[in-house]
């Protein structure tokens, strides 16, 4: 066998290049395992952060509340008048489920009373009284002037009514009524009027229910743009203006009238009532 004899130096040189080497390859062997390591620790750490991050967001997100719970605030919502807050609520819950289904229908029924007439009950003094229907703006008391319709429930049948009331220092003595609704004139002849003495002087009334004549008057009033009331009678004459407010509760009557089944039909005459009585009528 071929052999190389090296001297003493060159041994010394040859070990010492095997030396390096072989802790060269030994530091790249240890940064191997030591740097794949610290990245796998590295991963698992950020894995758990995100994890961490992730909990701590579900746990302060609002929990979604159950229906129950919505349609209690719902029911809670509506009796405050706070509609906007109803509907609110309403979309928490799935569209498909029952609970919907019966928030939607509160709503709607609330949303229908909210747009019905405001209508004032009054029941009647006596057993035998019958019930009032009022608008809400109408007066409570004979010591206001004012012109209104009102109807009365008699055994389940509806009537409606007009009334005209005059307060003043003395009695008017009423004998009839002239309504002026923009060009239009209707005037009507009183029969005996009711009267009493108030604090502020005497109360006079004219209430009797609607015929064509006076629902023909209540309806031009309905429409104009101006109207004026004149009260005459043997002891004075009044003239005021018929306000907003009073023409709007006709209409208001009217429909809470029809809402609850009164039929205004017998009223509708084929030919309007003449704007002034005849002479016959007068005689009357």
């Not at 569209?95 to 019966?102: G, L, T």
Request: with cysteine; charged share 30%.
């Amino acid at each position: 066998m071929f052999k190389i004899k090296l001297n003493e130096e060159a041994r010394f040189g040859l070990i010492t290049f095997v030396a390096f080497l072989a802790l060269l390859l030994l530091m790249v062997i240890l940064n191997f395992l030591l740097g794949g390591t610290k990245d796998k620790t590295a991963v698992e750490k950020k894995k758990e952060k995100t994890v961490i991050i992730s909990e701590a967001k579900q746990n302060n997100s609002t929990p979604k509340p159950l229906p129950k719970a919505v349609v209690s605030t719902v029911r809670e919502a509506i009796k405050k008048t706070d509609p906007e807050t109803a509907y609110i609520e309403i979309n928490k819950v799935a569209k498909n489920s029952p609970e919907y289904e019966e928030l939607r229908k509160i709503i709607a029924e609330d949303t229908r009373k909210r747009k019905a007439p405001k209508v004032r009950k009054e029941e009647g003094t006596s057993p035998s009284a019958p019930i009032r229907y009022l608008d809400e703006s109408s007066p409570r008391d004979r010591m206001t002037e004012a012109i209104f319709v009102y109807f009365v429930d008699v055994s389940n049948i509806l009537l409606p009514h007009l009334c005209i009331q005059s307060a003043s220092k003395k009695p008017l003595k009423i004998t009839g009524f002239t309504i002026t609704a923009d060009s239009k004139v209707i005037e009507i002849i009183s029969p005996p009027i009711k009267q009493e003495n108030t604090e502020k002087g005497v109360a006079e009334w004219y209430d009797v229910p609607l015929d064509q004549r006076s629902y023909e008057a209540v309806q031009a009033m309905i429409k104009a743009k101006k109207v004026t009331l004149t009260i005459t009678g043997s002891g004075g004459k009044t003239t005021r203006a018929v306000t907003d407010s009073e023409r709007k509760s006709f209409r208001q009557i009217l429909d809470g009238y029809a809402a609850l089944g009164g039929s205004l039909d017998y009223l509708k005459a084929a030919k309007p009532a003449p704007s002034k009585p005849s002479a016959k009528q007068k005689a009357k």
